[in-house]
């Protein structure tokens, strides 16, 4: 069966800057493909689009499981929307590590948002990728924001490495936590709370506000013997309630005094040239093991070499030398011995 030809990338490109939502939605599926005329397509449609505009936000969002970071993104995005701002919300959800699907329950999540005329939200597989966040996802940022969408919220499944991976391509991150002090303070990750810029203790609201008071107070004093993400901003904790709206505009108020802060020492547009530098190291590297489980004579070596390492004749790195000594052999026209 015939497949479809890919779009045309310079019609598609001045749709997305025209506005157009089905034709962002199809030029995300189409980054997100694995088809080569597909990533061949997508190269240039980003290439048209390139440079963007500067004046966007990035916000990553993650939290333990029962936080409610689909409750605070939905009133948090309402409120800029009123505001007069556009939002897409790239949520990454978990796939099934068994049949890939994955569970894309956000817009039913986030009903009122996902109606209203100036957001955007778009449900990603997050797929074998570590940490949770599509492989794509730094493109996906970049063809909201060249659709005329000033604010993209990041939500992570919030689990393994997620912290990390959104940190890394965000211009801020939010960590979202649920009331409680004292001993549960032991059971959140020191590397999670290390990266985040703004702390949010949700659930501040009935017989949960003592309790949220108490935990903003308990995060304080912790972050006091923690380094701060960046020497130019020390990393702010407050109560929040998703549910009745209290506290949600005072978290944009604090990401506001945040990008000010940033850009006064130069560090935002430095931030963001270093994480742009990472995204090209990392596609480097996933497009060399790519390449690497493509080459027919890694195919050919690779199940009795994986047997040597599972009956402990080999050691992994030695090995692994041994397959890459033959895969840039043969890449560059030597002999693969």
């Known amino acids: 069966m015939t497949q479809p030809r890919p779009p045309d990338p310079a019609a ?8 157009d939502r089905r034709a962002l939605a199809r030029a995300i599926t189409l980054v997100e493909s694995a088809r080569l005329d597909h990533r061949e397509a997508a190269e240039a449609l980003l290439g048209a689009l390139l440079p963007g505009p500067q004046g966007s936000m990035r916000l990553g969002i993650s ?13 948090f995005g309402l409120h800029l929307a009123g505001r007069g701002h556009r939002i897409a919300v790239l949520a990454v959800d978990p796939s099934s590590r068994r049949g890939g699907g994955s569970i894309l329950g956000d817009k039913t999540r986030m009903g009122e948002l996902a109606r209203h005329p100036a957001a955007f939200i778009r449900p990603s597989p997050a797929g074998g990728t570590l940490g949770g966040v599509a492989r794509r996802t730094r493109e996906t940022m970049l063809l909201c924001e060249a659709a005329g969408f000033d604010v993209v919220l990041v939500e992570t499944v919030g689990i393994g490495q997620s912290e990390t991976a959104v940190a890394d391509m965000v211009d801020m991150f939010l960590l979202l936590l649920l009331p409680g002090g004292g001993d549960e303070l032991q059971g959140i990750k020191k590397g999670a709370v290390e990266l985040a810029d703004l702390i949010l203790v949700n ?38 309630s998703a549910l009745t709206g209290a506290g949600i505009g005072k978290v944009w108020e ?58 402990g004749r080999a050691a992994p790195t030695v090995a692994a030398r041994r397959l890459l000594d033959a895969f840039l052999r043969r890449e560059g026209g030597g002999d693969p011995a």
């Open 12 to 19: 598609l490109a001045a749709a997305i800057r025209a506005g």
């Open 254 to 311: 604090t990401a506001q005094r945040y990008r000010r802060a940033m850009e006064a020492a130069g560090a935002f547009a430095r931030r963001r040239a270093e994480q742009a530098r990472a995204a090209l190291w990392a596609e480097i590297g996933e497009g060399l093991l790519e390449r690497l489980r493509q080459s027919p004579e890694i195919a050919r070596r690779l199940p009795g070499i994986e047997a040597e390492v599972e009956a």
């Open 63 to 75: 939290g333990v499981p029962g936080v409610g970071k689909s409750t605070f993104i939905e009133a």
């Open 203 to 240: 659930k501040a609201d009935g017989e949960f506000a003592g309790a949220a008071r108490r935990a903003v107070a308990d995060y304080r004093s912790a972050l006091r013997l923690l380094r701060p993400p960046s020497p130019h901003w020390r990393a702010e904790v407050a109560a929040v």
